[in-house]
């Protein structure tokens, strides 16, 4: 017979057995759901404990003039930046980082904020470029700041501030929405990227590709040992097609002044120096411009954060007698031996168009209209010729369309037709209108390279060449020098040998002949060709011309002039516009001249002067 004590140990023995066997399951079913199941996620939580993947940003390559001088390098940045995870407790440590660096805690708790999700082990960027008392602070005071440190990062500088800003163009940091886009691999929250001009355009060969290194920290998130580190790529060095001490003589030459200038090879398409006035810093761009300083670009009436050389849409004036000149003699309404007189005036309906001279020019040809700029005989051909015709001749000449230069956000400018005005007013295109489009007035809109790639065109025989600001690229790790950009025709002028000699030739008496409207600017024992041009911006009433007062700053006109020299081989065509300059002449000529000047200086070219 059992005893009961021996009856009751069985069962309690046998309660705890199974206690012990239900414990155990469930710390089998435990483990393995940990190891397992979640093995991998608690695995990387583990690792981030102690193992950081820490990234080497790529250097971007520097950009040069054509010549080798540096225009654009990278100097080093210090950025502030935090570990979320190390940085325990967070309040404490934002208010003694605050309180030593002097920055504002709202700026720190904005980046937070705005940091994406699930980024607690990643370096957030607290603020760029710290200057080197905040970063001895931080580095002297690390014990305060648990999961602050800071980082140097490679930072774009521009050697020479606003010079060639538009050309050069500026970086800005990258957006979420850009980065979801996947058009900018290898770029991620708080990079920058090009925003404007060959920075932006050649934003893949600038951009390197990221390294990295794998690093044991400690739980202050303090580097204890590097493991492994995979070097970062760098971005590729440009070259490109300007000068730089070309340009910044266009810019000196610019100064004080609102308007472009655009200086070309004639044989290539290379744009030797791009000007647009007035212009602005890129480094105020570097980590964001203020607010103020943004400000300001924004209510400055002259636009300077528009490239006027390519955005700025204008009437050609008598600059587009070129034009005119070749639809004329093309189409036969006129040749070398057609006269026209001019009395100062034409009569056409009951309207009176007049010539720019007041007593007119008389009896002139195709040459002397070239020369003199008589707006009487443009007014016969034009009549002749009507809208549409000169429209194609335009349009061949590279008019009212992109140029399709390697920069972003180009004009098209504007060819009007009879068919666009019924499309765009829906009225019906008058005779009289085509009068004012022959002299390069009215609806016709046309931008400085535009102007610049049509009169090298004319200068080198009738080719047009696509206009470019890449010269070469460098990849820095190969040896195997520069890969140069091949020149590229983009079209030829719709003109004949005949015909484009006569317009030479009265491009050339614009400037050599005692008569031309341009003779003061000769070059002696270098024939230059060119063409002036005053843009009317606000049509004269019979008032305003008989009361001989001035109009004010904003109405009056503009100044254009474009040149090639020398003129039977040119090396260099100019296109200038003087916004609100007035006269073609004494504005904008004086200008392209001392251009035109200073790149015969840079090539050796300038005849020298024998002293008696």
Request: one cysteine or more; proline letters at 6%; hydrophobic letters at 40%.
């Amino acid at each position: 017979m059992k005893s009961p004590d021996r009856e009751w140990l069985k069962k309690r023995l046998g309660g705890s057995a199974l206690i012990m066997m239900v414990a155990f399951s469930t710390l089998m079913i435990r483990f393995v759901y940990l190891q397992i199941i979640e093995g991998d996620e608690y695995r990387r939580l583990s690792q981030n404990n102690c193992i950081r993947l820490q990234s080497i940003p790529a250097s971007r390559g520097m950009i040069y003039d054509r010549s080798g001088i540096l225009l654009v390098d990278n100097r080093p940045s210090f950025d502030l930046k935090i570990v979320l995870k190390d940085a325990r407790p967070m309040d404490r440590t934002l208010e003694n980082l605050s309180r030593l660096t002097a920055i504002p805690m709202e700026e720190f708790l904005d980046k937070i904020e705005s940091a994406p999700k699930g980024s607690v082990y990643k370096p957030l960027i607290l603020k760029k470029n710290i200057t080197r008392d905040q970063l001895a602070v931080v580095e002297a005071r690390g014990f305060d700041i648990p999961g602050v440190f800071v980082d140097v990062e490679p930072r774009r500088n521009y050697i020479y501030k606003n010079s060639a800003a538009h050309a050069i163009g500026y970086l800005g940091e990258i957006n979420e929405k850009e980065i979801r886009s996947g058009r900018y691999p290898d770029v991620r929250s708080g990079d920058s990227i090009g925003r404007y001009g060959a920075e932006k355009s050649y934003e893949e060969l600038l951009r390197g590709k990221r390294g990295g290194s794998q690093v044991e920290v400690d739980a202050r998130g303090r580097l204890v040992r590097v493991i492994d580190t995979v070097d970062p790529i760098p971005g590729k060095d440009i070259h490109l097609t300007i000068h730089a001490l070309l340009q910044q003589r266009a810019e000196e030459l610019m100064e004080g002044k609102a308007g472009a200038l655009v200086a070309m090879e004639p044989f290539s398409g290379e744009i030797l120096a791009m000007v647009s006035t007035p212009a602005f810093d890129p480094n105020d761009f570097i980590g964001g411009i203020s607010i103020d300083k943004w400000n300001l670009l924004m209510a400055n009436p002259d636009n300077p954060m528009s490239n006027k050389a390519i955005q700025g849409e204008y009437p050609p004036a008598s600059t587009y007698k070129m034009v005119t000149a070749i639809a004329a003699l093309e189409e036969g309404v006129a040749d070398r031996s057609t006269t026209r007189f001019c009395p100062g005036h034409y009569k056409y309906g009951n309207r009176v168009y007049r010539c720019w001279k007041k007593w007119g020019h008389g009896k002139v040809d195709v040459l002397d209209a070239l020369e003199k700029s008589c707006d009487v005989f443009f007014y016969r051909a034009g009549e002749d010729l009507g809208v549409d015709a000169i429209a194609q001749y335009a349009r061949g000449c590279g008019l009212g369309k992109p140029t399709m230069i390697d920069l972003d956000n180009e004009r098209p400018g504007l060819i009007p037709t009879s068919s666009w005005k019924k499309r765009r007013f829906g009225k019906p295109w008058q005779g009289g209108e085509t009068l004012s489009i022959a002299i390069g007035q009215g609806f016709n809109l046309a931008t400085p390279l535009q102007m610049a790639v049509f009169t090298a065109a004319i200068g080198n025989g009738g080719t047009i060449y696509r206009p470019r600001i890449l010269k070469s690229v460098r990849n820095v790790l190969e040896k195997e020098g520069m890969e140069y950009v091949a020149p590229e025709i983009s079209g030829g002028l719709p003109a004949g040998r005949e015909t484009l000699n006569l317009i030479r030739q009265g491009m050339v008496n614009v400037v050599e002949s005692d008569r031309g409207t341009a003779r003061g600017i000769r070059i002696n024992g270098v024939p230059m060709a060119g063409k002036t041009g005053t843009a009317q911006v606000f049509s004269l009433t019979k008032a305003h011309r008989e009361s001989n007062l001035p109009l004010p700053p904003h109405l009056r006109d503009h100044a254009w002039f474009v040149c090639y020299a020398p003129a039977d081989n040119p090396v260099i065509a100019v296109s200038v516009i003087i916004e609100h300059g007035e006269h073609g002449s004494t504005a904008a000529a004086p200008v392209a001249g001392a251009v035109v000047r200073a790149w015969l200086e840079i090539e050796g070219m300038m005849p020298s002067v024998s002293v008696p």
